[in-house]
């Protein structure tokens, strides 16, 4: 600190900065995007942890008793202490009805309202077909909101409904074959009879004894205060041992935000994805940002190399030297960091405004929290970044006066590279997001290895096209050539931004393709149905003429507790659900081990070879899963299939998991038919596929990932906000070393060099650095995108052409501007 404020430090500093602004706005632009950038992801984070379910139905009610949502493994790993995995359930974990009359004997309840929900459909009138869905629940249930008369009167019979105002229904009107007889505030739900609301709700298909209820709300009387009702309702539910239908566990009783949760199920689960994945791409984004800002602040201050050695011969000290460098550099950095944390504010609110924009990514139960307090953060990720370039500082300054390209940066520059290659290489024995980690590792490990190798890589790259450039480059060839054997530091940290931008940008997006191209390849090989229903059964559609086969698939999720890579993990995996008797001509998972015809009977599952490879199973071996709420079950694996990235990594019986779902319904029935015109034309109305349209087909089955939808916009977005930051570090760095060359290019002018052959020159500068790069690059992303696409698909990795045309043209235009726009300033 004395040094810092020492008035020599202080002058140099003031005096530096004046003279070298062009070098320093390069930095501002890297430090401003990278604050905005980190700023807006903390605030997603933030908002993310601090988020909840929101409170509707239980509004009015102090306690909500329900089902335990999430699943928790507890496990040892060997030499370490135990740990304890989680993951959420999505479907409906439901209460004993006998906790009803346990909760209306607590003292200061006012009342215990039991909540029954189930679905209606309702087919549109037309060709058309369209089904309507409305979820149905009992009148009593809306004094827990609460949702009041707006018109008409209760029901007090069972064809009777009342309707929310979502519904846009009218008292005397019919919905679902029922009258309305009233209509209420709220949302399109329907209200029932109590009695009426308990016969659907077990008749639906959940889990658990037909008396067992969704959740309880819990009314207190008047004067007593929330947090003594919770204490009583939890000391009356662990007296009574009452545990839930699925798994046993004890009931939930919830207060505050945390009712919500007993409404919105995916929206837990969906908050968990949520923060997993923004942790993840923020330390993509601290590597890629600690690259991009260490290449820029070196090559400033190396530019300045003849100034240390000048002001070191006059008598400064290293220490005033190292000194007046972070002061420089806190100065920049600290006003661009204050910069980008004002611009991440908009930046997370467009992001956030955009996912509630797209109707289903993000569930309509999940709200963020983003308390006044939270946009403080903003100034800690600026102090962070302000301390990240500090550190560059000292680290680029800690000899100043002995440049070098030392053995110590040469070696850890090869070790680097060789990490790199052994994390791609324990991709190819990983799976799924494993691999997918492993591979991201890889990638960032193998492009830092290049940056330090950078100046040796330049001089080699330039020893192959030496004889090239200057046999048939001319007189702008041989300068070229001249210029980048005596510059390869220079050289070398123009590469590296080039290499960071393409690595980046292939393995992100090659990496979805792949994945994408081949489950759609499944999907298409696996859908061998002539047409798909819709708002029926199976069991219906089989009694149609011209109807060979039908075999309903229900969507649901299974929890696996697992061990990968030595860490315990509980996996939440999308499943379908279907009749093994139906599945001839309508769907092929491709069995390889075993035979189908098993999922005849429950307590069976087949499963994806990969997973199976896992799990080391076969055919007559056993699998414990958790099905979709929480219900334990170890099933017989009856057959081994191959097309598991388009229907997952388990197929069991319809049977099997319809009692574990919320809503039973078939998603759609799969149906093959005879091929007659009289049968398709009897199921045109309901069916995907029309006379109308016989070359069109099926849409391919295939399962969701929990989150994909979430987790496809949110990476879009912060690849190309990270794209952008490499592209401004390529466009920033070549403008900072152009910046430096002036006078070297002015010297060239006056010994002769015309202004043709200079710009030819630069002109062979720019497509050595893009061509280069490109092929760097392109090297470096091949390694861990082969690893991940063999482990993930058994193929080689695949990027549309246009995608690579983007990425190329991208590169080339920016390194162009990168060199000619400082040399067109210098005249």
């Known amino acids: 600190m004395k040094a810092f404020g020492n008035p020599a430090v202080r002058l140099l500093s003031g005096r530096s900065l004046r003279a070298h602004q062009k070098a320093w706005a390069a930095v501002f632009a890297a430090v401003a995007v990278t604050s905005a950038l980190l700023g807006a992801l903390a605030l997603a984070l933030g908002a993310t942890g601090l988020g909840h379910a929101r409170v509707e139905r239980y509004a009015a009610a102090s306690v909500v008793v329900a089902g335990d949502q999430e699943v928790r493994w507890t496990t040892k790993p060997w030499g370490s202490e135990p740990t ?54 009992s009148w009593d249930a809306a004094r827990l909101a609460p949702y ?22 009218r008292v005397g009107d019919t919905v679902a074959g029922r009258e309305v007889v009233g209509v209420a505030d709220g949302p399109d739900a329907l209200y029932v009879t109590a009695g009426e609301a308990r016969r659907l709700a077990g008749r639906s298909g959940a889990a658990g004894p037909l008396d067992a209820v969704d959740a309880i709300g819990v009314l207190a009387e008047p004067g007593v205060p929330v947090d003594t009702l919770h204490a009583r309702v939890r000391a009356a539910l662990d ?53 991009v800002l260490a290449s820029l602040v070196a090559q400033a201050l190396q530019q300045r190399a003849g100034e240390r050695e000048l002001l070191l011969s006059v008598g400064a000290t290293p220490r005033q030297i190292r000194a007046a460098a972070g002061r ?47 946009f403080a953060g903003v100034l800690v990720v600026a102090a962070v970044v302000v301390g990240i370039t500090r550190l560059v500082v000292l680290l680029a300054t800690r000899r100043p006066g002995r440049p070098g390209k030392g053995a110590v940066r040469r070696v850890s520059g090869i070790v680097l590279l060789l990490a790199g290659v052994a994390s791609a290489g324990t991709a190819t024995a990983q799976s799924g997001g494993a691999a997918a980690a492993a591979a991201g590792a890889a990638t960032v490990t193998l492009v830092a290895g290049c940056a330090l190798l950078g100046p040796w890589i330049a001089r080699a790259a330039m020893t192959v096209l030496d004889r090239p450039f200057r046999r048939f480059g001319g007189a702008p060839g041989r300068l070229t050539a001249a210029g980048a054997s005596a510059h390869s530091r220079r050289l070398g940290a123009a590469l590296v931004p080039v290499v960071l931008v393409t690595a980046f940008a292939l393995v992100q997006l090659a990496a979805g393709t792949t994945a994408e191209r081949a489950a759609d390849a499944q999907a298409r090989a696996a859908t061998t149905a002539d047409l798909a229903v819709s708002g029926t059964t199976a069991e219906r559609v089989r009694k149609l003429p011209g109807v060979v086969a039908a075999t309903d698939v229900l969507r649901s999720t299974v929890v696996l507790a697992r061990t990968e890579a030595g860490s ?32 005849a009977r429950t307590g069976t599952v087949a499963v994806g070879a990969d997973m199976a490879d896992s799990l080391d199973v076969r055919p007559g071996s056993t699998v414990a899963l958790r099905l979709g709420d929480g219900t334990p079950r170890t099933l017989r694996v009856v057959a081994v299939y191959e097309r598991s990235l ?73 690849v190309a906000a990270i794209g952008g930051l490499t592209l401004l570090s390529v466009l920033s760095t070549l403008t900072l070393i152009g910046a430096g060359r002036h006078d070297e290019l002015r010297l060239l002018g006056q010994v002769g060099a015309t202004a043709g052959q200079l710009r030819r020159m630069l002109c062979l500068e720019a497509g050595f650095l893009s061509v280069t790069g490109l092929l760097i690059g392109t090297v470096v992303a091949a390694l861990p995108l082969t690893a991940f696409a063999w482990s993930f698909t058994g193929g080689l990795p695949y990027l549309p052409p246009a995608y690579a045309a983007v990425i190329a043209g991208a590169v080339v235009v920016t390194v162009a501007a990168g060199v000619f726009l400082p040399a067109s300033a210098r005249r």
Do not use: C, I
């Not at 309702?122 to 369209?130: T, Y």
């Not at 018109?151 to 229904?169: F, K, S």
């Not at 038919?673 to 034309?681: I, L, Q, Y």
């Open 239 to 291: 007296r009574a041992g009452l545990k839930d239908t699925a798994s046993g566990q004890p009931l939930r009783a919830f207060t505050g935000d945390g009712r919500g949760s007993a409404e919105h199920l995916a929206a837990a689960p969906a908050r968990a994805e949520l923060l997993q994945l923004l942790a993840a791409v923020s330390g993509t984004v601290v590597l890629v940002a600690v690259l």
């Open 568 to 599: 315990p993990r509980l996996e939440r995996l999308p499943v379908l659900g279907v009749d093994a008797a139906g599945l001839a001509g309508t769907l092929d998972p491709g069995v390889v081990a075993g035979d189908l015809e098993g999922l």
């Open 148 to 169: 009041r008369l707006l018109d008409g009167r209760e029901p007090r019979r069972a064809g009777e409904v009342v309707t929310g105002t979502g519904t846009g229904v």
């Open 84 to 137: 304890t995995e989680t993951a959420g359930l999505t479907e409906r974990v439901r209460v004993p009805g006998a906790a009803v009359e346990v909760l209306r004997s607590v003292p200061g309840v006012r009342a215990a309202v039991p909540d029954h929900s189930f679905v209606v459909r309702e087919r549109a009138a037309g060709a058309a077909g369209e089904t309507r869905t409305y979820t149905g629940r």
């Open 328 to 374: 420089e550099v806190t100065r920049v950095a600290g006003a661009a960091a204050l910069l980008g944390g004002l611009v991440a504010v908009p930046v997370f609110l467009g992001l956030w405004s955009a996912l509630r924009s797209r109707t289903g990514v993000v569930p309509d139960g999940l709200e963020l929290a983003a308390p006044p307090w939270l």
């Open 646 to 718: 388009a229907l997952g990594e388990f197929l069991l019986p319809a049977a099997e998991l319809a009692p574990h779902m919320s809503d039973p319904h078939p998603a759609r029935v799969l149906v093959a038919t005879d091929g007659a015109a009289g049968s398709v034309r009897s199921l045109a109305p309901v069916a995907s596929r029309t006379p109308a349209a016989p070359a069109v087909p099926v849409a391919p089955e295939q399962v969701t990932p929990p989150g994909a939808e979430l987790n496809g916009l949110v990476s879009a977005a912060v």
